[in-house]
């Protein structure tokens, strides 16, 4: 009787393989085209800015590159790949690869009422954070009634 190592599917491993099985019915997305692996995006709208949070792990900031332009954000980049340990006498074998890898690339149309001007990008603990102001025109303002 021989043994046999059973290793179930993780849902990160899961979500990649349905990933890949749509990218080749979805080759008029740019993102899914070019990207070795998608970063998550938390997006908020305030009143007067949009907050948008990319996980980036590992990423350098200098290797992330942040255009606007004709009303489309632009965030692409690429993490390199983690050999394991330090020590050349003992790498180890790798035995899961769950973190992605290689290029991203993430786009959003933004509307027109952004400040392209004043948009400003940090990056805080492996999390890049883009403050995008609305246009001082497009807040909402409140109109007294006179009697």
């Known amino acids: 009787m021989a043994l046999v190592r059973y290793e179930p599917w993780g849902i990160g491993q899961l979500q990649n393989e349905i990933n890949r099985l749509f990218r080749s019915f979805g080759d008029w997305d740019s993102s899914g085209a070019t990207a070795g692996w998608v970063p998550p995006v938390d997006i908020y709208e305030h009143d007067d800015r949009f907050e948008l949070y990319m996980d980036l792990p590992g990423v350098e900031p200098s290797a992330v590159d942040v255009t606007l332009e004709d009303g489309v954000l632009t965030v692409s980049g690429e993490r390199t ?67």
């Open 81 to 147: 790949h983690f050999t394991g340990p330090r020590d050349s006498n003992d790498r180890g074998e790798l035995r899961r690869n769950e973190r992605g890898e290689g290029r991203f690339y993430r786009r959003f149309v933004l509307p027109d009422t952004v400040d392209a001007d004043r948009v400003k990008a940090t990056n805080r603990q492996g999390v890049l954070e883009l403050t995008i102001p609305k246009q001082a025109k497009a807040l909402p303002r409140r109109i007294k009634v006179a009697a």
